[in-house]
């Protein structure tokens, strides 16, 4: 079964992380995606991460979808102008966009007061995780909005309720996740009169390439890094919250969720999806119920 056959997506910022589980899974349920981001199998990033666009793209491939990796820096207005363009060129229509660019791990310095933290390095998150997503609203909701029924999916940290009860050291990171949220409920003002849905999206904690890195395991051990971090039991796979996109955008009634922030363990509960390993993991129930209260690191009943 194929429900997203016909329709076409754009993941901004694909390359890795959730945007690459979030295409993926795009792919698996049919859809063709254009998979953004800067670095290519020709060219490195910032960032120094060996995964590419085109890994991405071949994985959406190997999921039965079509991925389509294209170039662009979202900073720059031209290259997402050009996207867009190209889009519309080809397939006429754009039923999907996701929001994804951030690219600012390594700009963070945790636990850091805001006149200790790097400002050059606070600003610079700012605007890859705030005026990216703006400048691609910019240029991509013209053609999202010639049909209805079309999806925007900001993607967060945190969901607007844990947010609001929990500051998110230091200061920029906390502008950089809650903003986006705010950009969410502002689009779905915008769009409702198209007849389209905005909404905020966060996944749970993610077992990104990064932090499989960090905590030095693979996906197939994963379990290993709770000897150093007991509470990572409670993470999941960048393909959970894809897999909360692909029920989003194949749901026929949608809009009941404009404006709305969700989190893939809630998405989970709603329309029935797993994990990869069959299981359905509700972080951000657990970190405030067990991790934030303080209690031995356990996810009975929280996957």
């Known amino acids: 079964m194929k429900p997203l056959e016909g329709k076409v997506a754009l993941v901004a910022g694909g390359t890795r992380g959730a ?19 800067r670095t290519t199998r020709n060219e490195i990033s910032e960032y120094g991460r060996p995964e590419t666009i085109e890994e ?16 662009v820096d979202h900073l720059i207005h031209e290259q997402v102008q050009s996207l867009i363009e190209k889009i519309e060129k080809e397939h006429g229509k754009l039923d999907i966009l996701v929001n994804d660019i ?3 791990e390594y ?12 400002l050059k390095k606070g600003l610079r998150m700012l605007r890859l995780a705030i005026d990216t997503h703006l400048i691609t609203s910019h240029y991509a909701l013209p053609l999202l909005i010639k049909n209805e029924g079309g999806l925007v999916i900001e993607m967060a940290d945190g969901t607007k309720e844990y947010n609001n009860e929990n500051y998110r050291l230091p200061m920029f990171y906390d502008l950089a996740k809650t903003s986006v949220i705010r950009i969410a409920e502002g689009l779905a003002h915008e769009l409702e009169q198209h007849h389209c849905t905005a909404v905020s999206l966060t996944p749970g904690w993610m077992r990104s390439e990064i932090m499989l890195d960090h905590y030095g395991v693979k996906e197939e051990d994963w379990r290993n890094a709770t000897e150093k971090e007991p509470h990572f039991v409670i993470s999941e796979t960048p ?39 069959g299981s359905q993991p509700d972080c951000w129930r657990y970190l405030v119920e067990v991790q934030n209260a303080g209690k031995q690191a356990n996810a009975t009943g929280y996957r």
């Open 107 to 118: 700009l963070v310095d945790w636990d850091t007061k805001v006149w200790e933290h790097s």
């Open 239 to 277: 393909r959970y919250v894809g897999r909360a996109v692909a029920a989003l955008a194949g749901d026929p009634e949608v809009s009941r969720w404009n404006g709305q922030s969700m989190s893939s363990g809630k998405l989970a509960q709603v329309y029935g999806f797993t994990d990869l390993d």
């Open 19 to 37: 945007g690459r589980g979030i295409a993926m899974e795009l792919g698996a349920a049919g859809a063709t995606v254009y998979i953004t981001g």
């Open 56 to 71: 991405t793209a071949d994985l959406v491939n190997n999921l039965g979808g079509i991925g389509i990796a294209v170039q």
């Open 102 to 104: 951030w690219g600012s």
